[in-house]
Every structure is written in C-alpha cells, then in structure tokens.
C-alpha cells in the first residue's frame, strides 16, 4: 500500500508519541522531529507506510541509544495474554467451529498494537475480545482459508506483535504444526514480536520459527535476509498478521490471507471498512489462483487492482 | 506562545484538511504536503503556530488560485449567528448578569472556529451555547475584567473567526461603544473576519471597526500595518478573542483579556486546562498593572512566567 498523505501527520505524530515513551529530554524530541520531517520532505509516496516508520525508528533507537524501547511492553503484554490464553483455549476448544472461532481471536488479538494507537489498554483488549466472538465476519474469506489450509504445504505465519503472538499460537494449534513456519522480526521494532517472545509465549514448541532478518514494522521483501526471503518464495500459502504487513504485501503475488483490525481511518478507507473491523481478506493474487479471475479482471477494470471483498 | 512539537503534526494535518476544502486534485494535495513538510523542516520553534500556518495558508492560496477559500463557510457561519442572535440578545437583557453572560456568550461562539478543527456542525454550536451560560467561569478575572472596562479609555477587542463576530457584537453591546474598536484581519486567513462580516452582521453599526493590515491567523504586530500597531500601543485594554490571538498575543507587554474555548491538548496543557472550557484570562502584564506584583512575581520565581489563574 503506497502512503497517504494523511499517513504523514500521523507518522510524524507517532515518532513524537514512541521518542517520548524513552525519554524526557525535549532537545531529543525535537532532534525526533526535525530528522522525522527531513526524512518526510523527500519521501517517496509509493513506498509503504512502514518503510518510513523503519528508518524512523532506527534514527530512535540509534539517538536514544536504547537498542529495544518497548522491551517491558511486549513482556508485560505477553504475561497477560498467556494468563487469558487457558481461558480462550477453552473457549476455542468448545465452540461450535473451532477453527472460525481461533480466527476471531488471531485477528482480535491484533488489537495489541503501538504502530499505530500508541495506548492500549488491558480493558481494551479484554473488550475487543469478547466483541470478536459476534462480531461480523467475512465468511466467504473464512471458507476460502478453510480450503487454502487444506491444501497447502507449506504455510508462513507472518506474527506482528508481542502479546498478540499467543493468539496467533491458538490459531496455529488448530492447523496442522508440520505445514506451519511461525516469522518473526529480525531485530527489534516497536512491540513487535521477536524470537525471545516466540520461546516466551512457548511459539517454539508449537511450530518451526524463523525471524525475517529485517527491524521493518511489516514485511519489506528488499530488507529481509536472503534467506527468509527464499522460504516466502517457497511457501505456497501466507497468513499475514495487522496493519503493517497488509500495508506492505497487500499487492504480492502470493496467496495471502491478511487478518487485522484496521487502525486509522487511511487504511479502513483502503479496505472499504470501519476502524477496527474484524478482517479476514485474502490477496487478489490468492482469489485468482482460487479461480475467481473473471473478479480480478473487473477490479483492474475499474482500476482499483484492490482484493474483492468476498 | 511557541510552537511544541506536537503543533507540527497537527499543523501538517490542518494544511492537508484546508487544501481538501478547495480542490479534490490530489497533485495539489501532495503539493502543499511537501510545501508544508519543506517549511516545518526549517521552522523556528519559538515562533508562534499561526506564524508557520499563515505562511502555510498563503502557500494554499496561492497554488490553488482561490483568494478566500472560507468565504462561503464564513457566511454560512454570519447568517447562522444572525439567526439566533435575537435570541440570545434576549437571555443576555433579562439575565441578572447581563455582561457576564455576554461574556460566557462571546467565549462560547469561540467554537466556531477551523483554525484547529475542521468541521464544525450547528449542533455544537447550540449545545455549546446552551452549556456556557451555566459553565464554570473564572469570576476572578471576570470582576478585573468589569474593573478593567471601567477604567479603559481605548478599548481594542480583537475580533477571531466570521459568525463568532456576532457573538462579539452581542457582548460589545454592553461596553461603552464610545471606549471599543473592533479589529477585523486585513486579508483572508482561514474563517477569520474581514471588513465585510463585520458589516454584514452589523459590528460596524455599532463600534468603528478597523482592520489590522496582516493574513495571519492571531495577532502577530510585526505582521500588522503601522497604522494597526500605532492603535495597538495607544489601547489601555486589549480583549482578545480566540486560540490565535492567545498563541501569538499571551507574552504581550499589555492589560489583555484572553477570551477563547481552548481546542487541542496542546493549548489546554499550557493554560492548565480542559479542552473546550470557557476561558477569561488577564495577561501577566495585565495582572501586574492591577497590583498582583507579586503574584507575578512568584510566578517568575517558579519560572512559569504565566498568568496567575484567578
């Protein structure tokens, strides 16, 4: 997804909110600033949102000299979501269809996200996940990923943040472990999820687990490690975690079924949504392998080249 | 007051939603996003808000080719004004108080202003209407400000946004007319009034009504004609309606009477209040002409510098 002007007052605002939660000292927040819009003046509006947020929160890291700002956020919402996770699992395990109702909790899980509200509240999420259980649900997409999992052999998990990765573990517990490779970030980027959280959540034991070589909040191809990128080659279904990774492989020509809850009002417009939906959307280069050619032709049609809702 | 670093966001936000209300072209749009960023990259910081929006504004103008972008809005906003204005005039004649209810009304029209938001539905304003005439109010500054009316000779009530306007004649009714000039803005900026809302809504019937020769949303005197300043320094009391006034007017070595609904967290947190409270405010050097010296003095000693909340 290419950026938004309106994705850089935002972005902006959001490196203000992220120095902040580091440091006090305000000549380092107007450092923050100033490179921030130093970068933006010459940005290059066909990149992604997060290809921005990337070198961002580098220049952060580096000026602040804290390698991992949001270090005790991701280990404080990873023990709460492993408290929860006995409850859910029960919740999963005895619910009608298991499977739709791990998929509610995945994407209702991606409510822990700092990439774009930079406050989340415990009683947010304990709210979202209640609503996720009703809450509309794209069935036709749901249906299309029931299919997709039946036939793939080799699946790529691609987690987005801390806390939000033991919901992801309830979802991959219901797919076959020996088709599933669980991705997280190479080196740390706000409260995404990395190898420590993957062993800490207990990932590691569930399924394979690999990092993608890159500190990009979402998954930029050209800045993963030559390997990783040879597993995305290879995998013939990608389930693609939140905002970031929609916002960076929504057009990839790969069968992805994307699943977040949109953010900000740039991306639910994008996607045709509220704020905040449940959203299970698959590529449109996964629904024309799937057969659905004649939709994709009419989508470049009327030039939106977007995924058709299903 | 100057610019914190949260106004560049929000500045940057405010340039793109104000470029929207001219033109759908999106080439435009990204135009003045770079202009925007372009600027904020170099700004000085210790520069009031409206400096870099009435620079950021003409840019508009000028790109765009459309001299008062907000003239249809500014009218839509007289007539509205216009229509409750018997009304109103009413509640303040038969109120026990009528030049406090002035006031809480000439504060309240404050709401209609797109310097900060964009949209302003009727709705709010009658709610907001209705809310002030029983909203705390600060009745120590109210007392100095009845003092202070008293004891003026040359009254310049700096005037903020069209329709608001009507507001501010309702409260002017009930100063000496001989005492007051109303000041308009010499050329358009955003919803603020010109001449000719002040002689559609009949200010100039009422008081002389002069302009003060700047496009800048506040009071910035470098911005202003000489014949204004000359007027300013011969005034021995100020009212100053409005965020913009405030932003560029609060350090003024003058007795000025700040009258504004504060609309971002921003302007809230320096004057240490809520968004959206009616606020009546002396300036520090208002505050100290009136034998609070020490007050002031404490407050430099604190190194607030501020004005004391009465």
Same mark, same amino acid.
């Given at each position: ?6 994705c850089v007052p935002c972005g902006i605002r ?26 933006? $003046? ?10 921005? +947020? ?5 220049f952060i890291r580096e000026v602040t000299n ?21 409850? @859910? ?15 509610? @909790? ?35 997409? /749901?249906?299309? /990923? ?77 800045? $993963? ?38 953010? $900000? ?7 045709? $949504? ?9 590529? +449109? ?26």
């Open positions: 997804m290419r950026t938004y002007p309106d959001h490196a203000l909110e992220s120095v902040r939660m580091i440091t006090d000292d305000e000549r380092i927040h107007e450092g923050v600033l100033r490179e921030t819009l130093r970068r933006a $003046c010459s940005m290059d509006l066909r990149q992604s949102p997060p290809a921005t +947020a990337q070198i961002i929160h580098r804290v390698k991992d700002p949001y270090l005790a956020v991701k280990d404080r919402y990873n023990k709460f979501a492993l408290e929860i996770y006995p409850d @859910l699992k029960q919740k999963i395990e005895s619910s009608a269809n298991p499977l739709e109702t791990a998929v509610r @909790l995945a994407v209702a899980g991606n409510i822990i996200d700092f990439g774009v509200n930079s406050v989340v509240e415990q009683g947010d999420v304990e709210q979202t996940i209640t609503r996720s259980l009703t809450e509309p649900l794209d069935m036709g997409a /749901f249906a299309a /990923f029931e299919k997709a999992i039946e036939a793939a052999t080799d699946i790529l998990y691609l987690g987005d943040n801390a806390g939000e990765i033991v919901f992801d573990r309830m979802l991959i517990e219901q797919l076959p472990p020996e088709k599933v490779t669980f991705v997280v970030k190479g080196s740390p980027i706000l409260n995404d999820a990395l190898m420590e959280d993957a062993r800490m959540v207990g990932m590691t034991d569930v399924v394979e687990v690999v990092d993608n070589g890159s500190d990009a909040p979402g998954t930029i191809l050209e800045s $993963c490690s030559d390997e990783f990128r040879r597993r995305f080659d290879r995998a013939d279904l990608i389930v693609a975690k939140g905002q970031g990774n929609f916002e960076t492989l929504d057009d990839v020509d790969k069968n992805v079924f994307f699943m977040l809850r949109p953010k $900000c009002k740039v991306l639910a417009e994008h996607l045709g $949504c509220e704020i905040g939906e449940l959203i299970l959307r698959q590529s +449109a280069a996964g629904t024309c392998r799937l057969g659905a050619k004649v939709e994709r032709f009419k989508n470049f049609q009327d030039g939106t080249g977007k995924a058709v809702k299903q």
